[in-house]
């Protein structure tokens, strides 16, 4: 596995590794690895001869209260992680490399329709920011394929949108959410919870779960349920931002006339904001 810094030097690998034949897949994240990031290097291996791991923690998706200064950074660990996953390159650009003030760029990606809902309302640069960066890493890189976690499904879905509409010749692939054993989505932010704090956060998945078999169950006013489920994620000592049950890719509000649903969760536990969403298909008789 080789670690390189610069555009220059990835794109020279870049044409060396497309010369040999080889297709490549990109799997970009801000570093701090656990076992959800090392399972999209594992998928890739199924669609890509090299995968490339970015590692870029962009200051463009944070807003100036959020915590990009206190984002854990932590390379030496990341790398021998990612050592014995089977990835090939990791990319390590610097903010520089990447904006010309090492901040930000006067060209920036926005996917309309996908933001301005959930985490865009609350985080109202947050998706630009992401989009942005990916549509810059795809052109550096120009990936076969790049590989995103259902963690952050609406980032997925901008992702998704963007590749389609500015005709990215490049397959975007979502994976499952890993979790820990009682449920916890994995995330980088996890590390700032304390213990008391640890033992409430898996209350989150639980309470998707809970709503999912109620929606299963015949629960048909979609609208009373998230309005109740706010209620029950106050009492549980989360400061709610958005629980809602939207449709699976265009994220619309879902009623009970639609299929394929997705309950996304936003919810503050102290100072640590955690993200959660459950997919699935409500009941042909329920409709
Ligand atoms: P991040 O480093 O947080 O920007 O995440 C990089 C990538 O890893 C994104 O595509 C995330 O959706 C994905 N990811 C983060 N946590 C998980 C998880 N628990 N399960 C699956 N994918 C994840």
Redesign the pocket.
């Known amino acids: 596995m080789k670690t390189v810094s610069t555009i220059k030097d990835i794109r020279a690998i870049i044409r060396t590794e497309r010369q040999k034949g080889n297709t490549i897949g990109l799997?970009?994240?801000?570093?701090?690895l656990?076992?959800?990031?090392i399972?999209?290097i594992e998928q890739m291996q199924q669609h890509a001869d090299i995968i490339i791991t970015s590692i870029f923690v962009n200051p463009l998706q944070f807003s100036p209260n959020e915590d990009f200064d206190s984002y854990p950074k932590t390379l030496d660990e990341d790398l021998k992680k990612l050592e014995i996953t089977g990835n090939h390159y990791v990319f390590t650009p610097t903010a520089n490399d990447i904006y010309l003030d090492g901040k930000s760029s006067i060209t920036k990606v926005t996917v309309e329709a996908l933001d301005g809902i959930l985490c865009g309302k609350s985080r109202p640069t947050h998706l630009t920011g992401v989009a942005t960066v990916v549509a810059k890493l795809f052109n550096i890189i120009m990936p076969d394929h790049a590989?995103?976690?259902?963690?952050?499904y609406q980032?997925?879905m901008v992702i998704k949108q963007m590749t389609t509409d500015l005709c990215m010749p490049i397959e975007i692939h979502g994976?499952?959410?890993?979790?820990d054993d009682n449920g916890l989505?994995?995330?980088?932010r996890n590390s700032y919870l304390s213990a008391t704090k640890l033992e409430i956060a898996p209350r989150l998945h639980q309470i998707l779960l809970f709503v999912k078999q109620a929606i299963l169950q015949g629960e048909k006013n979609f609208r009373e349920l998230e309005k109740q489920t706010m209620m029950i994620l106050e009492e549980s000592g989360f400061k709610a931002d958005y629980f809602e049950i939207r449709t699976q890719n265009k994220l619309k509000l879902a009623t009970v006339n639609d299929r394929k649903l997705t309950i996304l969760v936003a919810a503050q536990l102290g100072e640590t904001r955690l993200i959660d969403n459950i997919e699935f298909e409500n009941n042909e008789e329920n409709i």
């Open positions: 799997v970009p994240t801000m570093g701090n656990h076992a959800g990031h399972s999209l590989i995103f976690g259902l963690k952050d980032q997925l994976a499952p959410i890993v979790r989505a994995l995330s980088s």
